[in-house]
């Protein structure tokens, strides 16, 4: 995870929008997956972007920009239980060791 | 499907104790893997397993070992229990090598203490 650079807090009110940013410095990855893990519990799988460019799912995105090392995840219409930490991690190019994680971002939203 | 069990839940032990966290999944992955999370460290690679009878280290591997016997389990033996291995550990599988991409699905966790 030291390849990974995400904020470690960020708080925001319920009904906004947030964008909760990663960058890394690996030259070259399979992909870059998003994991939401709520406090106490194992973290669930959000997204996944091999190609450049928005992928959208609900009231969550992901974007991945490789030529500037960087990914964000975007949610909207914010709710309480959208509290939690959301982990980046890349796909390592040698196709057979596990995900690199970063140390993730704790979200807090607000009323 | 069960999806990826962890046992136990909870644990504590006494500094020199060894145990084996046990891990087990039903859904025929390839690869299993072992994370320690800890406050501000977010998840760390301690060993993984790209098939049975294969195994590897990973970030954090001092004080672990594991064998993979069956495709299905995984565990984890701690040889001689630290108060640093008071951590949170997740297992955790995926498809391998017939899948495109590598999502990991995770076990519940073991929330372990040394004392």
């Known amino acids: 995870g030291q390849n990974i650079d995400q904020p470690t807090e960020m708080t925001a009110t319920e009904g906004a929008i947030v964008q909760i940013n990663c960058t890394y410095q690996?030259?070259?990855?399979?992909?870059l997956f998003w994991y939401q893990q709520h406090a106490g519990e194992a973290p669930t799988f959000l997204s996944y972007?091999?190609?450049?460019g928005l992928e959208e799912k609900g009231r969550f995105s992901s974007f991945l920009s490789r030529s500037k090392g960087y990914s964000y995840l975007l949610l909207k219409e914010l709710q309480m239980k959208d509290s939690a930490s959301y982990l980046c991690a890349e796909d390592p190019p040698i196709g057979n060791t596990p995900l690199v994680f970063g140390k993730g971002t704790r979200l807090s939203v607000i009323a | 499907n069960a999806g990826v069990t962890q046992t136990p839940k909870f644990q504590v032990l006494k500094t020199g104790q060894s145990m084996t966290l046990q891990c087990a999944q039903d859904m025929n992955h390839e690869y299993m893997s072992w994370y320690r999370q800890d406050p501000g460290m977010g998840l760390r690679l301690i060993h993984y397993s790209v098939g049975a009878g294969i195994t590897d280290q990973g970030e954090v591997p001092n004080g672990y070992n594991v064998s993979r016997s069956t495709t299905e389990d995984f565990p984890l033996r701690l040889l001689s229990a630290a108060p640093s291995q008071t951590s949170v550990y997740f297992c955790?599988?995926?498809?391998?090598?017939?899948?495109?991409?590598?999502?990991?699905?995770f076990g519940p966790g073991t929330r372990l203490t040394v004392l």
């Open positions: 955790a599988s995926s498809y391998g090598a017939s899948r495109s991409y590598n999502e990991q699905f």
């Open positions: 972007n091999v190609l450049d």
């Open positions: 690996t030259s070259g990855f399979n992909g």
